[in-house]
């Protein structure tokens, strides 16, 4: 076969070489292939319009659809010095962190009327302002610190009606300390300084009392002490006196029955005389005095 005849073989495989090669080149021009990251998105875009909106993974898109990624993880807006009035017309501010994000079936409501990019801060910051006006009218100023947690229930609950419009919701609210007026806080600064002082001096009540009730009760156990030893010595008297009274009126009982018992007695007398006496006689005598023991017929 001569060369004129293989030619245009090759020249029609250069040709579809050519095409492919160019087709490749195109491909990675206009670059048809497309990813949604995790936690976003894709909105698919004609001319302008929403065509569709992509969930998580490669998208493979004609070159006359552009794909926007829109963001739905969760976002923080910072409101710094919200401003308020209590329901006793003290004015308070408060910083506040709020974490929100855009409801995953919202997305191209919030990506034609607000955000392109799930960016709603500047919307969740005003709504913020509103909804602190709303809930600190609702309480007073003591109940405001007292009820912290009360008041960010409410708080999320008001915003979170506010920002369904916009469609995204509240994940939390995270509030610094409350800041009232200077005279306000010296007010409350001396409330506290006189219930501490109030406290304090009912402590020292409490004290007195339960130490004048315990010199009471001790008072009253040594009376009651004294009593049971005067008693115990009345009785012992008593019984004495009794036992005393049983021996006299036996001995008189028995005088009255015997004369011999007297005797008896009056020699039980000269005995223990004679027993004591220690022999001798003394130095004077005086007239018709006894002298002891003397038996002149020895």
């Known amino acids: 076969m001569s060369s004129s005849e293989t030619r245009p073989a090759w020249l029609a495989n250069g040709r579809w070489l050519a095409v492919a090669v160019a087709v490749v080149v195109l491909v990675f021009m206009i670059n048809p292939f ?6 976003t ?9 929403i065509r569709g909106i ?3 993974g490669l998208l493979v898109l004609p070159p006359w659809q552009r794909l926007t990624i829109f963001n739905i993880r969760a976002e923080a807006a910072q409101v710094d010095n919200a401003e308020g009035s209590t329901s006793d017309t003290q004015p308070v501010h408060v910083s506040l962190t709020v974490r929100y994000n855009v409801q995953p079936n919202k997305v191209s409501e919030v990506y034609e009327k607000y955000s392109h990019d799930g960016d709603l801060s500047s919307y969740v910051q005003t709504a913020t302002q509103e909804s602190f006006k709303v809930v600190t009218a609702r ?8 009820k912290r947690s009360e008041v960010s229930q409410e708080l999320n609950s008001v915003l979170n009606t506010k920002l369904e419009k916009y469609g995204a919701q509240v994940i939390n609210i995270d509030m610094r300390n409350f800041a009232f007026s200077d005279s306000y806080m010296k007010a409350i600064n001396d409330k ?4 501490q002082l109030r406290l304090a001096a009912e402590n020292k009540l409490k004290t007195v009392e339960a ?6 009760a001790i008072a009253e156990a040594e009376a009651s002490a004294a009593k049971a030893t005067a008693d115990g010595v009345a009785y012992s008297n008593l019984k004495v006196a009794t036992a005393q009274a049983e021996a006299l ?5 028995a005088l009255a029955q015997s004369k011999d018992v007297l005797e008896l007695r009056r020699i039980e ?5 004679a027993q004591r006496w220690d022999g001798k006689l003394p130095e004077h005598i005086y007239a018709s005095a006894p002298i002891p023991f003397f038996n002149t017929g020895k």
């Open 41 to 49: 998105r894709g909105v698919v875009t004609q001319f302008g319009a």
């Open 211 to 216: 130490e004048q009730k315990q010199k009471v």
């Open 139 to 146: 309480f007073n100023a003591p109940d405001l610190i007292a």
């Open 192 to 195: 506290v300084t006189q219930e």
């Open 54 to 56: 992509e969930n998580e």
């Open 269 to 273: 007398v000269e005995q223990t005389k």
């Open 34 to 39: 497309h990813s949604v990251p995790t936690g």
């Open 249 to 253: 009126r036996m001995q008189n009982s």
